[in-house]
T-cell receptor, first 114, second 112 residues
Framework: DTGVSQDPRHKITKRGQNVTFRCDPI?????LYWYRQTLGQGPEFLTY????????KSRLLSDRFSAERPKGSFSTLEIQRTEQGDSAMYLC????????????FGPGTRLTVT | GDSVTQMEGPVTLSEEAFLTINCTYT??????LFWYVQYPGEGLQLLLK?????DKGSNKGFEATYRKETTSFHLEKGSVQVSDSAVYFC???????????FGRGTSLIVHP
C-alpha cells in the first residue's frame, strides 16, 4: 500500500493531556501538510513541510501545537495541554514536488478531548 | 484573504438527476481551482482541477469550468448515481503558494 497513513485513527484524551499523532506520507512525496477539520467545515491548513523543513505555519496554530518531520519522511503533530476546542479530525496530506497539484490525503485522526 | 464559498447542503437528488454545486472564489492572483470528494469513511480525493481561465476539468462524469469573469468553478454532472453520495469540497491555490484554501464542503445525497 503506497497511500498516506495516519496513526492513531481515533484518540480520546482528557483535557490538559498531551497527544501526538503520526503521519506516513507516500514515500516519494517531499511535501507534507497537516490540516484540521471540524464538523461541517473544510480542511483548515495548519502547517506544511518541504522535506524536513517546516516552511509555513498558520496563524491559527497556537504555541501548544508543534510538528516535526525529522528525516523528511514521516511527521508527527503534538498538541500539548489539550483543550476541548482541539476536538477535531486532524488530516495529513502529501504531495509530489515535481509540479503536481494533487494532494493525497490520509484517513485522518479523530481527536476527542473530554 | 483567500477564500472559497460553496453552496450549503445537503443537496438531495434522485438517481439520474442533474447536479450543480456552486463554488465561487476570491480573485486574488491567478489561482488553480480544484474539486475534492470525500466518500463516507474515506479521506479526501482529488476529483478534478483547472489551472487557468476557461479550462474545464473533468473526471468520472463530473465537470467544472474555470470562469474568471464570474470567479466561479461550479461542479456539474448530467446524471448522478447513488454511489456519488459524498461530501464535495471546492478549493483554490495561488500559484507558488502550495497551500490550498478549502470551502466548507457540500454534502450530496442521491436516492435510488
Amino acid at each position: 500500500d503506497t497511500g498516506v497513513s495516519q496513526d492513531p485513527r481515533h484518540k480520546i484524551t482528557k483535557r490538559g493531556q498531551n497527544v501526538t499523532f503520526r503521519c506516513d506520507p507516500i514515500s516519494e512525496h517531499n511535501r507534507l501538510y497537516w490540516y484540521r477539520q471540524t464538523l461541517g467545515q473544510g480542511p483548515e491548513f495548519l502547517t506544511y513541510f518541504q522535506n524536513e523543513a517546516q516552511l509555513e505555519k498558520s496563524r491559527l496554530l497556537s504555541d501548544r501545537f508543534s510538528a516535526e518531520r525529522p528525516k523528511g519522511s514521516f511527521s508527527t503533530l503534538e498538541i500539548q495541554r489539550t483543550e476541548q476546542g482541539d476536538s477535531a479530525m486532524y488530516l495529513c496530506a502529501s504531495r509530489s514536488g515535481t509540479g503536481s497539484y494533487e494532494q493525497y490525503f490520509g484517513p485522518g485522526t479523530r481527536l476527542t478531548v473530554t | 484573504g483567500d477564500s472559497v464559498t460553496q453552496m450549503e447542503g445537503p443537496v438531495t437528488l434522485s438517481e439520474e438527476a442533474f447536479l450543480t454545486i456552486n463554488c465561487t472564489y476570491t480573485a486574488t492572483g491567478y489561482p488553480s481551482l480544484f474539486w475534492y470528494v470525500q466518500y463516507p469513511g474515506e479521506g479526501l480525493q482529488l476529483l478534478l482541477k483547472a489551472t487557468k481561465a476557461d479550462d474545464k476539468g473533468s473526471n468520472k462524469g463530473f465537470e467544472a469550468t474555470y470562469r474568471k469573469e464570474t470567479t466561479s468553478f461550479h461542479l456539474e454532472k448530467g446524471s448522478v448515481q447513488v454511489s456519488d453520495s459524498a461530501v464535495y469540497f471546492c478549493a483554490r491555490e495561488s500559484g507558488g503558494s502550495y497551500i490550498p484554501t478549502f470551502g466548507r464542503g457540500t454534502s450530496l445525497i442521491v436516492h435510488p
